[in-house]
């Protein structure tokens, strides 16, 4: 005779174990914060998500300001992966103990996997996965028949040359506001010798401020403003592509660089899942999507491309000017630094908006 009681336990025995298998093999919801607009983002993350059926990416944009005070005031709920061109508010936060350290398998005798510049990564907690120039970009209504400059001095003549066409009609970040128009301002304070002469000129041509990159390139597009100083190549290039009235420069003297960077919240409760999405950034695979997919060029030495750091490395070695991916960043997050930057700024332009 069948035990009755021996059947109940092991009904309830099975049903708990099922119940556990099936809760072991439901998806992770990797949380995924970035100051990336989704569109550029959108086909790294539909690659790794069919590569990757268990973990759903929840993405979600925020300003790199926004995401840089909702990860320090602990706000709920926290990303897995924080994502942002701004480096020193990246460097900050690693720096400030807010990121999970992520040792990548490499062979043995090698710093770093060769493909991997050892420039693109900061103390294995911050992550480098694109090599972003700023760019010059003008209306091309407005730029039509006119000589288009390759460089600052050039530019200075060109702003002087069109002046009454371009009073009114300069934009730039608010880099009050907008954490990579920041970065570009004081390190092209930094490096740059006419850095004075155009801060003259912005302000005696009532240049305009914008507090993102979709808003000054709408203006471009538009016609309201005719050209956009120092902004991110990246999405300069997608709004060219969807818009035939962008015309885009660099300038062969002095382009800067920024390095896109990727780190893993502490507070993260996916720690594998987090690794696994990085991996996937850095990878062959996840770099040529990016490469061939977005605007956001691609950092694998062994990937050589137009959208590649290779490729622009080779051609305009002279001109390209990388922030280091390096302690020297935490300068730009001293507040005294700062409050020095943008009062100077402020007092230059102060015709802004």
Not at 21 to 35: C, E, I, M, Q, W
Not at 173 to 183: A, P, S
Request: aromatic share 12%; proline share 4%; charged share 25%.
């Amino acid at each position: 005779m069948i035990n009755f009681r021996s059947v109940c336990l092991f009904c309830v025995f099975f049903l708990g174990t099922s119940n556990a298998l099936a809760t072991d093999n439901s998806p992770k919801t990797l949380r995924v914060f970035g100051a990336a607009y989704q569109e550029e983002m959108q086909p790294l993350l539909d690659d790794f998500s069919m590569r990757n059926p268990n973990i759903e990416i929840e993405y979600q944009w925020m300003s790199s300001e926004v995401l840089d005070n909702y990860i320090r005031e602990q706000k709920e709920p926290q990303p897995d992966i924080t994502i942002s061109s701004v480096m020193h508010l990246q460097i900050g936060l690693v720096n400030d103990g807010y990121s999970l350290e992520h040792r990548r398998e490499i062979k043995s005798g090698e710093s770093y996997p060769p493909a991997l510049p050892e420039w693109s990564q900061w103390r294995d907690e911050l992550f480098g996965f694109s090599f972003e120039p700023a760019v010059i970009a003008f209306n091309s209504s407005f730029i039509e028949g006119k000589q288009v400059p390759t460089n600052r001095i050039e530019l200075l003549s060109f702003i002087r040359r069109h002046s009454d066409e371009l009073m009114g009609q300069i934009g730039l970040y608010d880099i009050r506001t907008v954490g990579i128009g920041y970065l570009f301002w004081s390190f092209e304070r930094q490096q740059a010798r006419n850095y004075g002469q155009f801060l003259e000129l912005f302000n005696s041509h009532n240049a305009r401020t914008f507090g993102s990159s979709r808003a000054m390139l709408d203006a471009l597009s538009r016609g309201e403003i005719s050209m956009a100083y120092n902004i991110l190549g990246s999405y300069a290039r997608s709004w060219q592509k969807l818009n035939d009235n962008v015309t885009i420069t660099t300038m062969k003297d002095y382009t800067p660089v920024i390095i896109r960077t990727a780190l893993i919240n502490k507070t993260t409760e996916n720690e594998l899942e987090a690794k696994r999405f990085i991996d996937y950034l850095l990878s062959s695979s996840g770099q040529w999507v990016m490469a061939e997919q977005t605007n956001m060029p691609s950092i694998r030495s062994d990937i050589n491309i137009v959208n590649s750091a290779s490729y622009m490395r080779e051609q305009y070695a002279e001109e390209l000017k990388p922030m280091p991916l390096d302690v020297r960043l935490l300068v730009f997050t001293d507040k005294s630094k700062r409050q020095i930057v943008t009062t100077e700024w402020e007092n230059a332009l102060k015709n802004y908006d």
